[in-house]
């Protein structure tokens, strides 16, 4: 297990650069999003306090943010978190997220790999995933 805490300077600039989300009040849960490069924001974090679990906030965050990168015009947002764990990945594959090959990463993404092995986890228990923000269609 990480022993690693977010610094307050991240989350003071995420705030300001409209990159932050946080359920209602409190500490309920939080997402936030890093840019790897001016056309990639990646959901570095999302946390929902065990208290608050299983009631539909990590969701709400999720959608939050994947609504806010199609809105914003990005192609893509990415994320990474374990293959096996068995709420991590079904958990964003529900939410439209798709894994994306390790051999296709952007160098941004693949340095994120990097660092996360770097901090102790195994690149081979993590996964990269995407989902890709497309606008809805109107239809007149």
């Given at each position: 297990m990480l022993a690693e805490t977010t610094d307050e300077r991240t989350f003071a600039d995420a705030y300001r650069d409209g990159r932050l989300w946080v359920a209602s009040t409190g500490n309920m849960g939080f997402a936030l999003v890093k840019m790897l490069a001016d056309d990639l924001p990646h959901l570095e974090e999302i946390d929902v306090h065990p208290t608050h679990g299983r009631r539909g906030l990590g969701t709400a965050l999720v959608r939050a943010v994947c609504e806010w990168a199609t809105a914003s015009g990005y192609v893509m947002l990415t994320l990474t978190t374990f293959r096996a764990v068995p709420w991590n990945l079904p958990f964003y594959a529900r939410?439209?997220?798709?894994?994306?090959?390790?051999?296709?990463?952007?160098?941004?993404?693949?340095a994120v790999v990097s660092e996360e092995a770097d901090r102790g986890l195994d690149?081979?228990?993590?996964?990269?995933?995407?989902?890709?923000?497309?606008l809805p269609v109107i239809c007149e």
């Open positions: 939410l439209g997220f798709v894994e994306i090959p390790r051999e296709t990463l952007r160098p941004e993404l693949s690149p081979d228990t993590r996964v990269v995933m995407g989902y890709r923000c497309e």
